[in-house]
């Protein structure tokens, strides 16, 4: 099925370890986003590309990294866990606009992290 | 600074009963409103959205929602829950050039 594809979906880290949240979207959207949401707070934009090769800094940025290679993909890296860090993250994908035109944003599942 | 609010952290309705869903934005201008559905274990859904014209918004799944321009709010309404419909839901906003700004969601549980 179409749509934008997370992995892992559940992930438990030592503080101090690294990884990736993978995210692959197979609809040709130019935008991409990663979101983290936490309990009460509804979802807080972490980074966001508009097109391959072009990443910027959202709301809470600090600790993670992001990289655009190809439209399809937007990997977003964990470098030093902490246990802040634990949350849901969640991945979307929209065409320009910001999710304005059209059907807005699709989001992925989600991947479930707790950093220990 | 520009904001999304939902009052109502937890709501519980009977099934069959109506639901209102409260959200109030603080924007310069009016922005973009939306309402999305997140099912256990799943992402969001669009349920509906407003850019202009006609301030009653019909959406997927019997839902509909209403802006008020005097009361900087689009409230999400159903005329009868179902069990179904038990799940979170998030009001969001989004100004042109700027990226979207969620509530912090409303958790809705239907009691038989």
């Known amino acids: 099925n179409a749509g934008v594809t997370q992995t892992p979906k559940f992930r438990i880290l030592k503080i101090g370890q690294s990884m990736t949240l993978q995210c692959t979207q197979d609809?040709?959207?130019?935008?991409m986003y990663w979101y983290r949401q936490d309990p009460g707070m509804g979802l807080k934009l972490i980074y966001y590309s508009v097109g391959a090769g072009i990443t910027d800094k959202g709301e809470v940025p600090n600790g993670y990294n992001v990289s655009r290679s190809t439209t399809e993909d937007f990997p977003l890296r964990l470098e030093l866990a902490a246990p802040s860090q634990t949350s849901v993250y969640f991945c979307?994908?929209?065409?320009?606009?910001?999710?304005?035109?059209?059907?807005?944003?699709?989001f992925g599942s989600g991947t479930r992290l707790t950093v220990v | 600074a520009q904001s999304v609010t939902q009052p109502d952290i937890h709501i519980t309705v009977s099934e069959g009963a109506s639901l209102e869903l409260r959200c109030n934005y603080s924007?310069?201008?009016?922005?973009?409103l939306f309402w999305y559905v997140q099912s256990p274990g799943q992402g969001l859904q669009l349920l509906l959205k407003y850019f202009s014209g006609d301030t009653l918004v019909q959406g997927i799944k019997g839902f509909e929602a209403e802006f008020k321009r005097s009361q900087s709010s689009f409230n999400l309404r159903k005329p009868s829950v179902h069990w179904s419909d038990a799940a979170e839901y998030f009001c969001a906003a989004i100004e042109a050039g700027n990226m979207l700004t969620f509530g912090g969601g409303t958790r809705l549980m239907v009691k038989p």
């Open positions: 609809m040709n959207h130019n935008y």
């Open positions: 924007y310069g201008a009016t922005p973009y």
């Open positions: 979307a994908s929209s065409y320009v606009d910001y999710g304005i035109q059209g059907t807005g944003y699709t």
